[in-house]
């Protein structure tokens, strides 16, 4: 089994900026894609960005040039830069990670991290 440790999140003004970090422990060597998703009051659940163990990069549309996702597979952790805030960037944000026997499900999940965006 894989844990999913979120931190960072935060309130902060629009424009402003926030690093999420998410620490992975359990059975490290089975996991192939880590991410993150989120989902804002209301809405569902939404993708945000992810990084394959290869080092290929996927970002939704919606924050494409603002977030950056970074992966550090010496210390088994994930970073979300997020720049350019906004007030509908509010959200719980999640850390998430896919394992080598099924590369397209996401089957490890953190328990979320607030992020505020005031206006």
């Known amino acids: 089994q894989v844990q999913l440790v979120e931190s960072g999140g935060d309130l902060v003004q629009a424009g402003g900026s926030l690093t999420l970090s998410c620490a992975a422990s359990?059975?490290?060597?089975?996991?192939?894609?880590m991410g993150w998703h989120r989902q804002a009051p209301g809405k569902q659940r939404e993708f945000v960005a992810s990084?394959?163990?290869?080092?290929?990069?996927d970002v939704a549309d919606s924050v494409k040039g603002r977030f950056t996702i970074s992966r550090d597979k010496a210390k088994n952790t994930v970073q979300l830069q997020m720049d350019s805030l906004k007030p509908e960037d509010t959200a719980i944000y999640y850390c998430?990670?896919?394992?080598?026997?099924?590369?397209?499900?996401?089957?490890?999940w953190g328990q979320g991290t607030q992020v505020t965006v005031s206006s």
């Open positions: 990084i394959s163990d290869g080092g290929r990069l």
């Open positions: 998430a990670a896919t394992s080598r026997a099924t590369p397209s499900t996401y089957s490890y």
């Open positions: 359990g059975t490290i060597w089975s996991i192939n894609r």
